[in-house]
């Protein structure tokens, strides 16, 4: 029997040999990639022991750089005779290539197509110096040897008795195949913690001999745990949700959270291999995702402006990982890699499935439900904005200047950081601030009409708009993404309306143009609101004046006088420029509010509240609370002239 050389074991030969001779047709490439795909064979081998229900414990010990063993707890692989070839199952097993064994597809069985691991073993030992297995099954220990890649056999041995049960297979990548033949640890950390998400029950272990170090991956909670991991850094904005799905030819394990950032963040795996490219298990996800929020958008009265979300706006801030098990037959990969799946019967599964329990979650948690559908919505505007500021300013690049002759009253300094654009609500006012500023660093530019809500407008209506217009041609930055900070004509641009309610509309109003189309400028600090006085107080004795900011203020002063008379500013206009200067543009005595742009979440939420559709809501707001970042002091003072 020994070293017969018959028919069937030349083919074995002959068919190790086709390995050597094109690795990368098995193993992708022969570069580190190559050399760890070998390791992720063995390990998947253990898995599939794990997942026929078997195994509970995978050992991987790296004994040296080239030298790695992998142990786990299963049923060991079987040693009777196979009929066909004559000879154990474990020698058939590790010297026969499996049939249409080829990347991606070589080791790929769910639990329940059964009786298919095992497969990339031979792979491995065609492009191993050495293998050594040892199986623990039927009350004995058992020993095959392998060198050369699978070349010189050694015949099965029966060692001796033991109660244990399992397989261990220690391999020597072969220095004649691999560009670099030395384990990376961290590559292997990394995988056996991923493996740990995947399948909550397993415990790996990993013995990193050479650096003296031991370490142990066990994570029952599966997904849900890989989820919570992948946002630790993050602001959530909604539970954690994980379910698993089965048919009697599937399985689909899914688990995803929302943050508040911006990014999507999707894992998807297929049998415990990573699909960096998704395909249709992903695509089912995302169909089943739209399609549950734009349901209970509407059914829920939470569809804004009558929009349905597009797909990208319900993933904004997701974190989702999604884990499927497939029947080998189902399997079929898309691209040059191999790195997407393409199974229509895994997206049939998944677009029924997957939908029905996002919809349930939904239902289930109707405050989650609404925070998210919110931040698609929030999503969706931005997107709309930031395309609608690549049109204005591409529009704007190609469009001749306008001319906006004597209504820009420019600054005399040369130096744009000294410089400040006072924008002034009226005609009355900028002919004031005209009047009153200091030439050389105060710039007007005094707004008549109306200006359009940019949150909804159209290119053509914010292009039309001359008070925009003039204000972008002031500031000279240009718009949206191309903007350009290091061209501001301005240090400082000072938004200076009346202290009413029509005034706090422009500001948000302005506001709104300037967080959307001139960021920036927002978060460089450079955009800012100016405080005019609420009251003037003249003492009829002294004929002197003072300023009130605030009714406590104006209380202060009455307490300290004895005869006087209160002027009650309602616009700028009742200023005249000394007073104007005095109060309002003098940068030694006025009082400027610094818009922050350190806040995003907020200010969005702001401009929502006030662009979005509802003018009775945005009146209400802006009566509340007036304008942006205002602290306590500020809103007395703008409130308090309501009360008066
Ligand atoms: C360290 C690597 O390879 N573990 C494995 C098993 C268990 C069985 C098996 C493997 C039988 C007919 C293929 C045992 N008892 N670890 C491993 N554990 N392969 S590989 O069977 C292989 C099939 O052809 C096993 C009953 N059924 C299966």
Same mark, same amino acid.
């Given at each position: ?213 031991? %370490? ?24 954690? %949700? ?82 499927? %098990? ?220 003072? %300023? ?97």
């Amino acid at each position: 029997m020994r070293d017969k050389y018959d028919a069937s074991s030349i083919e074995v030969i002959e068919s190790l040999e086709a390995v050597r001779k094109r690795p990368g047709m098995y193993i992708g490439d022969t570069g580190t990639r190559g050399l760890h795909h070998l390791l992720k064979e063995i390990i998947d081998n253990s898995i599939d022991e794990h997942l026929a229900g078997f195994a509970t414990v995978i050992s991987v010990e790296l004994i040296s750089g080239n030298v790695i063993s992998v142990e786990d707890n299963g049923r060991g692989i079987p040693v009777d005779i196979h009929s066909k070839t004559n000879r154990p199952a474990v020698e058939t097993i590790f010297t026969t290539l499996h049939a249409g064994g080829k990347f991606g597809g070589v080791n790929s069985s769910y639990k329940i197509s059964g009786g298919l691991h095992g497969v990339g073993s031979s792979v491995v030992n065609a492009l191993s110096s050495s293998v050594k297995v040892i199986v623990w099954k039927n009350k004995f220990e058992y020993h095959i040897d392998f060198s050369h890649g699978g070349k010189k056999i050694t015949p099965l041995k029966k060692i001796g008795p033991t109660l244990k049960t399992g397989t261990k297979v220690t391999f020597k990548t072969d220095k004649e195949i691999f560009k670099s033949v030395t384990f990376n640890s961290q590559t292997i950390k990394d995988l056996l913690k991923e493996l740990s998400y995947l399948n909550p029950g397993l415990k790996l272990f990993f013995n990193d001999v050479k650096n003296e170090e031991k %370490y142990e991956f066990f994570q029952p909670q599966g997904l849900r745990a890989f989820v919570d991991d992948l946002t630790k850094e993050q602001t959530k904005i909604s539970k954690t %949700y994980a379910f698993t799905a089965e048919s009697s030819e599937m399985q689909i394990k899914i688990a995803f959270i929302w943050t508040t950032t911006n990014q999507e963040n999707i894992h998807s795996f297929v049998n415990n291999i990573i699909t960096p490219d998704g395909g249709s298990h992903e695509k089912s996800f995302k169909f089943g995702l739209t399609k549950a929020m734009n349901e209970y958008a509407v059914e829920n009265k939470l569809q804004q402006n009558g929009k349905a979300l597009e797909g990208a706006d319900t993933r904004e801030g997701l974190f989702a990982v999604i884990s499927l %098990y497939l029947m080998e037959k189902y399997l079929q990969f898309e691209g040059q890699t191999k790195s997407k799946l393409s199974s229509n019967e895994a997206k049939a599964f998944g677009d029924k499935i997957i939908y029905e329990q996002i919809k349930h979650y939904l239902n289930k948690n109707p405050q989650d439900a609404k925070k998210i559908i919110e931040k698609a919505y929030s999503s969706k505007r931005a997107k709309e904005a930031a395309r609608r500021a690549r049109e204005v300013s591409r529009e704007l690049s190609s469009a001749k200047n306008k001319s906006f002759a004597g209504k820009l009253v420019t600054a005399q300094s040369r130096k744009a950081e000294e410089r400040e654009l006072f924008i002034v609500e009226g005609d009355s006012a900028g002919g004031s601030a005209k009047l009153g500023r200091d030439r050389k660093t105060q710039a007007i530019l005094p707004l008549k009409g109306k200006i359009v809500n940019t949150e909804r407008a159209t290119l053509k209506t914010i292009l039309g708009n001359d008070e925009l217009s003039m204000a972008i041609h002031a500031i000279g930055g240009g718009l949206g993404e191309d903007f350009n900070i290091k061209k501001a004509n301005y240090g400082k641009v000072i938004i200076m309306t009346d202290a009413d309610t029509d005034g706090a509309h422009i500001q948000a109003l302005l506001l709104t143009f300037f967080y959307r189309f001139m960021k920036p400028l927002v978060d460089a600090g450079m955009v800012y609101i100016a405080l005019p006085p609420l009251f003037k107080v003249k003492n009829t004795k002294t004929k002197k004046s003072v %300023y009130a900011w605030s009714i406590s203020e104006l209380d202060h002063i009455k307490e300290k006088q004895s005869s006087y008379e209160i002027q009650r500013y309602k616009g700028l206009g009742e200023m005249n420029y000394q007073q104007l200067w005095e109060t309002t543009m003098n940068p030694n005595t006025r009082t400027l509010i610094q818009v922050s742009g350190t806040n995003d979440e907020s200010a969005n939420k702001i401009i929502i509240t006030l662009m979005g559709q509802d003018a009775a809501v945005r009146r209400e707001w802006i009566e509340e609370n007036v304008e942006f970042s205002l602290d306590d002091n500020v809103q007395d003072n703008l409130i308090g002239e309501e009360h008066v």
